[in-house]
Nanobody, 126 residues
């Protein structure tokens, strides 16, 4: 059974940092591109960042470019999102997703993914 479990969310002040983790199990993690998506209150899901199978390619939404870093450890079957310089606009539930098929980075497109985690809440507030 494919499982993705996010962790690391919490309450942080504006300007602060958090590191999210996604633990993968039930599949060969190293052969899948992976993605972080977030969903803010009252809004639809938005693509945040993507990383290729081997980690050589990464892409970011304009809103997080220069502040967030996606990475992975295939040996540990882990996906990460380092978030720096957080703003209130980053408040959302963050989910990791397994990409379906070819590498995809861009606006959220549900058919681009075939598995999601349950999400971890990130709240940026003073």
């Amino acid at each position: 059974e494919v499982q993705l479990v996010e962790s690391g969310g919490g309450l942080v002040q504006p300007g602060g940092s958090l590191r999210l983790s996604c633990t993968a199990s039930g599949f060969t993690f190293a052969i899948y591109d992976m993605t972080w998506v977030h969903q803010a209150p009252g809004k639809g899901p938005e693509w945040v960042a993507a990383i290729s199978k081997g980690g050589e390619n990464t892409d970011y939404a304009d809103s997080v470019k220069g502040r967030f870093t996606i990475s992975r450890d295939n040996a540990k079957k882990m996906l990460y999102l380092q978030m720096n310089s957080l703003t209130t606009e980053d408040t959302a539930v963050y989910l990791c997703a397994r990409n379906r098929g070819s590498y995809y980075s861009g606006p959220y497109y549900p058919d681009a993914y075939d598995s999601w985690g349950q999400g971890t809440q990130v709240t940026v507030s003073s």
